[in-house]
């Protein structure tokens, strides 16, 4: 099956999205620990990926915009991102990552989410 990501309120057309496809709740948004990851440069204001061959299962995105294309997800001294990010699903969390349940999709055929940056 395939994955279509996107996602459409890009404010600079600049640096990467990283993206991180997680399938299991206990990695959930743990970097390093992904499924698959997938980095692709900024051209627009809309961006769009296309993950292929993907199984049958349920998922969960986490990505971010990394302006500076420095590989993490900058954020400041209490540790809230400066740099837009989003879940799958569109949870914006509060005060924590959002878990693996409440950001969670099912891929059973081929499949198309949107994703919105948070800034």
């Known amino acids: 099956m395939n994955l279509t990501i996107h ?5 600079n057309i600049k640096g990467r999205i990283q993206i991180g ?11 390093g620990k992904e499924y698959k990851r997938f980095s692709a440069k900024v051209e627009s204001k809309e961006f769009k990926y296309i993950v292929s061959d993907i199984p049958v299962g349920d998922y969960a995105i986490a990505l971010y915009h990394d302006v500076n294309s420095d590989g993490i997800c900058n954020s400041n001294f209490i540790g809230v991102p400066t740099e837009s990010y989003g879940f799958s ?18 891929v059973s055929k081929d499949r198309s989410i ?6």
């Open 21 to 31: 496809l997680y399938d299991d709740k206990d990695n959930f948004p743990k970097i």
């Open 114 to 119: 949107t994703i919105k940056l948070f800034h």
């Open 89 to 106: 699903n569109n949870i914006k969390p509060f005060l924590s990552a959002p878990s693996f349940n409440a950001t969670k999709f099912t």
């Open 7 to 11: 996602i459409p309120n890009i404010v």
